[in-house]
């Protein structure tokens, strides 16, 4: 008889798995027995170097914790029944909230319904959410291309903007130092950080980055392509840079590009993947200063934190280069039912509970009170900045800012660093904090700090015993 060792081991795998997932809690062997196969599998199947990353930011060389669940709207359960207050947001997925009852009942609904489409028929939440955008979103942003994620919708982006650039003679691309744009060959050509992009060089020919904020530097930019011939196809740029450390760009800047662009007849492409849906303090982070680009990108928050989905948005004129051709630039998954439902019933929270103003008022207060940290603490802290409920904390090296998120792991408040700046920890909680959990956050900031300084001073003395 054929045996079949795989499928039998992989069988008992899935049926262990689904077990798993069946249940509501777990007894305290059986989350002992979870943790150890969780790390036992991140060690041998998923990838060894996450259980060192977690150990660098949890007290005492402990992996951190498993997590099991979301708690209440604004926190998670790990397996042992600690709860989080999440001030990471899944970086910024989590605007409406951990299982918003709005979003999971869309979801639900549709489920029930039906999860993907036929893709042959027309699927009518995809028209919805379309027409949603459209109203939605600033200027003359008008037709919608649906993905699964932020990295997508900026490869729709660059896609778009060449194939509706091409024509004119216009190949090179614009982005900014410090910008995150994803990982996809395409989007890490407009990403800047060196540790990320040198593995994969060469990437796309045509991109140049420019010191982010810098009007002049890229107005020469623009001056000198066109004599070579490179003339400039698109910008793009993240309103605010997320993970580049929270970056608001000088007042003016935004304007001043959409300006150029419009000298010079490139696309502005506004990566919103971060800063989008209310994140800030407006629905859109460019309608701080009222500047509208020619294609925006959408993610992250706009699934509601319940499903992924990805969104390139753009203007009329732009996005007919795919009119003649549908299939141009398609992918599988992208604008399903369940993906749609989530996104219509988290931007119907967003305004009917009108969390951007939340966002501008809560940001407000937990800002307040970081500066006054930060004045405080001088030697751990450069500054505290931020826009709405996206916030940073510089620290003065990356060691501090590792300690911050470590000491603030254990008071159960949940943050971290940010992808192209390690030692800026960034606060990024759901927009539906309440004042309360915002107070909760300032004071176990108060006293991560007070801790750190209390480690410094005593390593001091020791260094000095020593040295005596
Ligand atoms: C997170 C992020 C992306 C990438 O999104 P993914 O969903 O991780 O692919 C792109 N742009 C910005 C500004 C982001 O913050």
Redo the contacts with the bound molecule.
């Keep these: 008889m054929n045996r079949l060792p795989n499928s039998a081991s992989a069988l008992a795998c899935t049926a262990h798995a689904l077990n798993l997932i069946e249940k509501q809690t777990l007894s305290h062997e059986e989350m002992k027995a979870l943790n150890r196969e969780v790390i036992d599998y991140f060690q041998q199947h998923v990838n060894p170097g996450f259980l060192e990353y977690r150990k660098s930011v949890t007290a005492g060389g402990d992996y951190g914790a498993v997590e099991w669940q979301a708690g209440g709207l604004n926190t998670l359960v790990d397996t042992q029944g600690q709860e989080f207050l999440d001030c990471l947001g899944g970086?910024?997925?989590f605007n409406v909230g951990h299982r918003n009852p709005t979003v999971v009942s869309a979801v639900q609904n549709q489920l029930a319904k039906q999860p993907l489409h036929s893709q042959e028929l027309l699927d009518p939440l995809r028209a919805m959410l379309a027409k949603t955008l459209a109203t939605l979103t600033p200027g003359k942003l008008k037709y919608s291309f649906f993905c699964?994620?932020?990295?997508?919708?900026?490869e729709a982006a660059l896609k778009l903007a060449k194939a509706y650039q091409a024509p004119r003679g216009r190949y090179t691309f614009v982005a900014a130092t410090g910008?995150?744009?994803?990982?996809?060959l395409g989007?890490l050509s407009a990403?800047a950080k060196a540790a990320f992009r040198k593995p994969f060089m060469p990437l796309l020919p045509g991109f140049r980055h420019v010191p982010y904020g810098d009007i002049e530097a890229m107005r020469e930019l623009f001056t000198e392509c066109r004599k070579t011939g490179d003339d400039i196809a698109g910008v793009i740029l993240?309103p605010i840079?997320?993970?580049g450390g929270v970056i608001l760009p000088p007042p003016g800047y935004l304007p001043a590009v959409r300006q150029l662009c419009d000298e010079f007849g490139a696309l502005l492409i506004f990566?919103?993947?971060?800063?989008g849906m209310g994140r800030t303090g407006k629905m859109f982070a460019c309608e701080h200063e009222n500047v509208h680009p020619d294609i925006l990108?959408l993610?992250?928050a706009l699934g509601g934190g319940v499903m992924?989905i990805?969104a390139t948005v753009a203007t009329a004129e732009v996005f007919s280069v795919l009119f003649d051709n549908p299939f141009l630039h398609t992918t599988t998954f992208g604008g399903n039912p369940l993906a749609c439902a989530a996104a219509l019933a988290t931007i119907h929270v967003l305004l009917e509970e009108n969390l951007p103003q939340q966002a501008e008022q809560k940001g407000n207060m937990l800002l307040d009170g970081f500066r006054q940290l930060a004045l405080e603490f001088p030697e751990l802290v450069v500054e505290a900045r931020g826009q709405g409920m996206l916030m940073a904390i510089e620290f003065t090296n990356n060691e501090i800012g590792y300690q911050f998120a470590s000491e603030m792991f254990r008071q159960h408040v949940l943050v971290a660093g940010t992808?192209n700046n390690a030692k800026t920890i960034r606060i990024e909680p759901p927009l539906t904090l309440t004042i309360e959990q915002c107070e909760q956050v300032l004071s176990a900031a108060r006293k991560a700090m007070e801790s750190l300084c209390v480690a410094r001073s005593k390593a001091a003395t020791a260094e000095e015993n020593e040295s005596l």
């Design positions: 970086f910024g997925i699964n994620s932020g990295t997508e919708s900026v910008a995150f744009h994803g990982k996809s989007a990403t993240e840079q997320g993970e990566d919103e993947v971060q800063t990108c993610a992250k992924p990805g992808l």
